[in-house]
């Protein structure tokens, strides 16, 4: 039996893996009738963690994606920080804490006061695209984000996080994030994230 992730509401790994976009070496692990859990088991026993984050960015919700981003962030700090990196952090928080429009219009503020070029810019996308629009607040007409824009935005926030500073440690650091994914994921009512969380 893999591990539990009720978090995820998809029953069949295979559901989440159809759109997570992972390696050509991640779909030999893949059993038909795997659950989520068995299946992120099989990608960290073959240390195929970039893959194991993918996936479950893709399997949680929204806001516990977006609050998993969060924690990564702050769990790899970038030793160099660009000026707005903890704007759009503390936005995507926000919109963690209180997912309203205000806040999720604030996190795209907050990251394209960073160029998007931090990994805290992607975590405040992240929360920008899970819902509403992402047109402009006064366009005439919504245009709804895609159905896995948040997920993308994760997962490259997570990537960007263990790349800097010392990209020679990075599979170390997937790692170390995919744990705390697990555990968000097998907390089914997550609380809102705090500072240092």
């Not at 949680?60 to 977006?66: H, I, K, P, Y």
């Given at each position: 039996m893999g591990t539990k992730l009720p978090a995820v509401t998809a029953r069949r790994a295979a559901d989440v893996a159809a759109v997570a976009e992972l390696s050509d070496e991640a779909a030999p692990l893949l059993e038909p009738d795997a659950t989520p859990g068995d299946f992120v088991d099989a990608l960290r026993g073959a240390s195929k963690f970039a893959?194991?984050?993918?996936?479950?960015?893709h399997g949680?919700?929204?806001?516990?994606?977006?609050?998993?981003?969060?924690?990564?962030?702050?769990?790899?700090?970038?030793?160099?920080?660009?000026?707005?990196?903890?704007?759009?952090?503390?936005a995507a928080e926000a919109w963690c804490r209180v997912p309203s429009e205000?806040?999720?219009?604030?996190?795209?503020?907050?990251?394209?006061?960073?160029?998007?070029?931090?990994?805290?810019?992607?975590?405040?996308?992240g929360a920008f695209w899970s819902g509403g629009s992402i047109?402009?607040?006064?366009?005439?007409?919504?245009?709804?984000?895609?159905?896995?824009?948040?997920?993308?935005?994760?997962?490259?926030?997570?990537?960007?996080?263990?790349?800097?500073?010392?990209?020679?440690?990075?599979?170390?650091?997937?790692?170390t994030f995919l744990e705390r994914g697990i555990a968000i994921a097998q907390t089914p009512a997550a609380p809102a994230p705090q500072a240092g969380a």
């Open positions: 893959d194991a984050d993918r996936f479950l960015a949680l919700g929204r806001r516990e994606a977006v609050w998993w981003a969060c924690v990564c962030c702050r769990l790899a700090p970038d030793p160099r920080p660009h000026p707005g990196a903890a704007a759009a952090l503390a205000e806040n999720r219009r604030a996190a795209h503020e907050a990251a394209a006061a960073t160029q998007f070029g931090v990994a805290e810019a992607w975590a405040a996308l047109a402009p607040a006064d366009a005439p007409q919504p245009v709804p984000p895609g159905p896995f824009l948040t997920a993308k935005a994760v997962s490259c926030a997570l990537t960007m996080c263990a790349v800097r500073h010392d990209p020679a440690v990075a599979n170390a650091k997937l790692l």
